[in-house]
Every structure is written in C-alpha cells, then in structure tokens.
C-alpha cells in the first residue's frame, strides 16, 4: 500500500530550526490524514502533531505548540512539520504515519499513535550543544 519516507533530520543547536518532509510513494497522500510522531532513546512514543487530508484540522501536543508548524502540499504530495526554537528534549526520531479517518472525533484521536496504519522510516533530530 502506502509508503511514507521522512527527510529533513538533522543535528542543530538550541534555538534552531529544521524542516521536517514526508513524503508519499504514489500520489495519494491527499486521501490521508497524516501524523508527526516522535520517539526518544527509553521513551514512549509520542503524538507530536496531524494534519487532515484537507488541512481543515491541526493539532499539537502541548509541548511544541508555538514552536512547531505542520503543514501539507497536496500538489507536491507532501506533509512538512517546521521546528523553531529546537530545545534539548526535542531529540528523537521523528516518525510520519497515515491513516484515512472518516472524520469522526478526531480531535481526540489525531495524536494516537494506534490509528495510524502506515509509517515512515523515521528521521533523527539531535539538538544539542
């Protein structure tokens, strides 16, 4: 089905910003709602930010809201997660996922790394100094 590739990972100092891509096998990503997730070294996974498939919905998870921007271009069959403002604990390696949702209650389930049913490589954001 799906195949998701995240690029954009790199190391930067605090106070940074990188440009997180995911980008879709075929041209479909349009049909999908589409998730930024986040995993550090003996962490659990986290719900960072999503997007509908018309961008009529975004979400953010408390700790990166102000910081963070997520975004879509359906055209170029892509999703963009803007990180400013880089601290320490945002290392980790940055997932997207997929998911086609029927609009029901997605506020709720948006960050929920369960519903999602195809993922990206992950991509590794290091910030430090």
């Known amino acids: 089905q799906v195949q998701l590739a995240e690029s954009g990972g790199g190391s930067v100092q605090p106070g940074g910003s990188l440009r997180l891509s995911c980008a879709a096998s075929?041209?479909?990503?349009?049909?999908?709602?589409i998730g930024w997730f986040r995993q550090a070294p003996g962490k659990e996974r986290e719900g960072v930010s999503c997007?509908?498939?018309?961008?009529?919905?975004?979400l953010y998870a408390d700790s990166v809201k102000g910081r963070f921007t997520i975004s879509r271009d359906n055209a170029a069959n892509t999703v963009y997660l803007q990180m400013n403002s880089l601290k320490p604990e945002d290392t980790a390696v940055y997932y997207c996922?997929?998911?086609?949702?029927?609009?029901?209650?997605?506020?709720?389930?948006?960050?929920?790394?369960?519903?999602?049913?195809?993922w990206g490589q992950g991509t590794q954001v290091t910030v430090s100094s």
């Open positions: 075929e041209f479909v990503l349009h049909y999908y709602n």
């Open positions: 996922a997929a998911v086609i949702w029927d609009g029901s209650s997605w506020s709720y389930y948006g960050l929920k790394s369960h519903i999602y049913d195809y």
């Open positions: 997007i509908t498939s018309n961008a009529d919905s975004t």
